[in-house]
């Protein structure tokens, strides 16, 4: 017995149908004696239609008017799961972003939650009603109503669930839980039990598409456990929590890959100080997001600059790029798409050395060329030729005995 | 220049490209210099959908949810049209109902407006921004989104040009106005330039269906001159206002038919005192509204009452009346579905007698029998056989100097 905060997805709610399902799954917790509080994302494919009628209007539409036709999704879903929980017998009652006291900057389309009131919330479970609130959408301090970006229902779950003090934050969704690489290229990568929230960060954010980065950044900041599980069926899924000293003793929490990064090279750039900032100020001057950098040793007066930035941002990138060069008079840009940055996380590197030099010496020993390196506290991230992915990732979840033994 | 409130039915903005056709008349009452307030309707088919899928959850879905649910048509309206205007370079904002402080009663799917704030609609205005307003929706005094039934967003437009004190309220629909007849019936009959309140009160609830009543009650009580004129063309359309000794001069405005009410009458019930009430009371009971009734004199300790309900709920009341009949001990229950109400409405009566004589005579003069009358101040209604409905129409059309002459 708890206070339980669920949420789930746009395929979880996909149609009448599901929504029955899920529906089913609510009831089941809230028979147990919990609280229970849902958080709903809009049907699976409406976002999209409703972004298209948009665009059909502008190519930029305006956003805060975008945001209010976007809302229409979460509203529509919690209304319709209100009504099945009714129906079925239970109380219940939908709750809005603005009416669930959501309050975010006024930031349209990528809004950040300031704080949430949720007296309403509370007064409602103290009338043991199953509240259903719209995810992904919050009111600013002027009540506009404001959107909080692609995957933003995770983080209005785990933000309701700091707020009302939830004992659990389970996201549901079509994966099992967070494994130790992905599956579909890594036959031996194991579901974890647990994984810290600072390592979660690390794999959302290279590639782990499962939960939204600022929902795990929201859940470290409030301590709220996170269960990433499946909507398919009861098994556990991964909790994601604050680190301990058992998770230290792990080196590596698993591989991540992503090819979702395009690498830009200055080649024979006059080395000034300066001249990185030079090259790059443009880059971001266009909203556009470097990732990793790296400025060779000098040779003579010349040095190469090489980044890498989204693919969706490559060909802009690139363009502004060769403006630079013709500027700053360097002799040549390479662009390549055919990269991938494979990445090893774990909090157990903090207190671990040679995490390093063994990921190096392992792909090595596979002939994998390494063409750019950074590293985090508890990250180490090569970038590949895009063609080594699978195996680079295979070899590496072997090399830091993450291979599922049967 | 002014301030205008704009109303648009659910045809004219059904989809983008009519978004876009209304907002070129909004922009182009807005460059004449006008203060513009618009309120939209969901577009076409949306409610009926919406309606549909709570349906499919539930015979008897919430009210509470459904409301949350149908009002995600009229908030796609308006960001769709905020976004159209905007992108043709003009200053537009959307409001959702509770956003346009729309403060109603808590009755779901039928509240009422209690008060309008309309601050935000008046500094937006100083802002020099077209305001585009969700119709048919407001909420409650604890915040939760109430809509205003069929036809509501009549009233919403009512309503706003009320708190705004705007000059006039316009209601685009897709007919040119009000007419003397239905003209499908009477081919001679004419558009209005003006009607007083009360007629267009009576007209409305005769099934002249262009306005929703309670939105002309609105008018009438803040005295809001409305103008309901097509949105296919620009020629004015009818006046809806105050009456004034013009208007009194004219004995009958218009001639109206209702085919959607059937007749009940309970044979030789015991004439006792109470009895209609006993008759009348577990009707009203079932939610069911009776229009005429007529009690015919007594013969001997019997007589017979007749009732009129709308056909919608003939079934039931029929049902009703034959249970009461057992239990008074009434003769016979006699139901009659094949009926029309014909009326002629004008505020010129009340100075002006012999109005209903020749209703009478010219109706028998076309040898057509008179089933029931009832009658107010600005009114006389005949119930007759539903086959004359026509012929009445246009006979009293007539009879009354109503026809259009070349």
């Given at each position: 017995m708890g206070v339980i905060v669920q949420?789930?997805?746009?395929?979880?709610?996909?149609?009448?149908?599901?929504?029955?399902?899920?529906?089913?799954?609510?009831?089941?917790t809230y028979?147990q004696g919990n609280d229970v509080v849902?958080?709903?994302?809009?049907?699976?494919?409406?976002?999209?239609?409703?972004?298209?009628?948009?665009?059909?209007?502008?190519?930029?539409?305006?956003?805060?008017?975008?945001?209010?036709?976007?809302?229409?999704?979460?509203?529509?879903?919690?209304?319709?799961?209100?009504?099945?929980?009714?129906?079925?017998?239970?109380?219940?009652?939908?709750?809005?972003?603005?009416?669930?006291?959501?309050?975010?900057?006024?930031?349209?389309?990528?809004?950040?939650?300031?704080?949430?009131?949720?007296?309403?919330?509370k007064?409602?479970l103290?009338?043991?009603?199953?509240?259903?609130?719209?995810?992904?959408?919050?009111?600013?301090?002027?009540?506009?109503?404001?959107?909080?970006?692609?995957?933003?229902?995770?983080?209005?779950a785990v933000?309701v669930a700091a707020a009302i003090k939830a004992d659990q934050c389970e996201i549901?969704?079509?994966?099992?839980?967070?494994?130790?690489?992905?599956?579909?290229?890594?036959?031996?990568?194991?579901?974890?039990?647990?994984?810290?929230?600072?390592?979660?960060?690390?794999?959302?954010?290279?590639?782990?598409?499962?939960?939204?980065?600022?929902?795990?950044?929201?859940a470290?900041?409030y301590n709220v456990p996170i269960h990433?599980?499946?909507?398919?069926?009861?098994?556990?899924?991964?909790m994601v929590v604050n680190?301990?000293?058992?998770?230290?003793?792990?080196?590596?929490?698993?591989?991540?890959?992503?090819?979702?990064?395009?690498?830009?090279?200055?080649?024979?750039?006059?080395?000034?100080?300066?001249?990185?900032?030079?090259?790059?100020?443009?880059?971001?001057?266009?909203?556009?997001?470097?990732?990793?950098?790296?400025?060779?040793?000098?040779?003579?007066?010349?040095?190469?600059?090489?980044?890498?930035?989204?693919?969706?941002?490559?060909?802009?990138?690139?363009?502004?790029?060769?403006?630079?060069?013709?500027?700053?008079?360097?002799?040549?840009?390479?662009?390549?798409?055919?990269?991938?940055?494979?990445?090893?996380?774990?909090?157990?590197?903090?207190?671990?050395?040679?995490?390093?030099?063994?990921?190096?010496?392992?792909?090595?020993?596979?002939?994998?060329?390494?063409?750019?390196?950074?590293?985090?506290?508890?990250?180490?991230?090569?970038?590949?030729?895009?063609?080594?992915?699978?195996?680079?990732?295979?070899?590496?979840?072997?090399?830091?005995?993450?291979?599922?033994?049967?």
């Amino acid at each position: 017995m708890g206070v339980i905060v669920q949420k789930y997805g746009g395929t979880s709610v996909g149609n009448l149908e599901r929504i029955r399902n899920v529906a089913r799954q609510i009831t089941k917790t809230y028979d147990q004696g919990n609280d229970v509080v849902v958080i709903l994302s809009a049907m699976s494919g409406v976002t999209d239609q409703l972004i298209n009628s948009a665009e059909q209007i502008s190519q930029t539409p305006d956003k805060r008017e975008l945001d209010v036709l976007l809302a229409t999704g979460e509203q529509t879903t919690v209304a319709l799961m209100a009504m099945t929980l009714i129906e079925m017998g239970y109380k219940a009652q939908s709750l809005l972003g603005y009416q669930a006291e959501i309050l975010t900057n006024n930031k349209a389309s990528k809004a950040r939650i300031l704080d949430i009131g949720a007296n309403r919330v509370k007064d409602l479970l103290k009338e043991k009603k199953i509240v259903v609130i719209a995810g992904f959408q919050g009111a600013d301090a002027e009540g506009n109503i404001t959107t909080l970006g692609r995957g933003g229902s995770d983080t209005s779950a785990v933000a309701v669930a700091a707020a009302i003090k939830a004992d659990q934050c389970e996201i549901y969704t079509d994966v099992d839980g967070i494994y130790t690489a992905d599956p579909n290229i890594c036959d031996k990568a194991k579901k974890l039990d647990r994984i810290a929230y600072d390592e979660m960060l690390e794999m959302a954010s290279l590639g782990a598409k499962v939960l939204q980065i600022r929902s795990v950044e929201f859940a470290k900041k409030y301590n709220v456990p996170i269960h990433v599980r499946s909507s398919f069926h009861e098994e556990e899924g991964t909790m994601v929590v604050n680190e301990d000293a058992n998770m230290e003793k792990v080196v590596v929490a698993g591989v991540t890959h992503n090819k979702n990064e395009a690498r830009i090279t200055l080649r024979k750039v006059p080395d000034t100080p300066g001249i990185a900032s030079k090259i790059l100020s443009p880059i971001s001057g266009a909203g556009i997001q470097v990732d990793m950098i790296i400025q060779n040793t000098r040779s003579g007066n010349m040095t190469d600059l090489t980044f890498t930035v989204s693919k969706n941002d490559y060909q802009s990138a690139l363009d502004i790029s060769k403006q630079t060069a013709k500027e700053i008079e360097a002799e040549e840009v390479i662009g390549d798409e055919n990269i991938a940055k494979i990445s090893v996380v774990g909090v157990g590197m903090r207190s671990h050395s040679g995490v390093a030099s063994k990921m190096f010496s392992s792909l090595a020993a596979e002939n994998i060329n390494i063409l750019m390196i950074s590293t985090s506290e508890i990250r180490i991230s090569c970038v590949v030729e895009e063609k080594y992915t699978e195996l680079a990732v295979r070899t590496l979840h072997n090399a830091f005995g993450l291979d599922r033994t049967e």
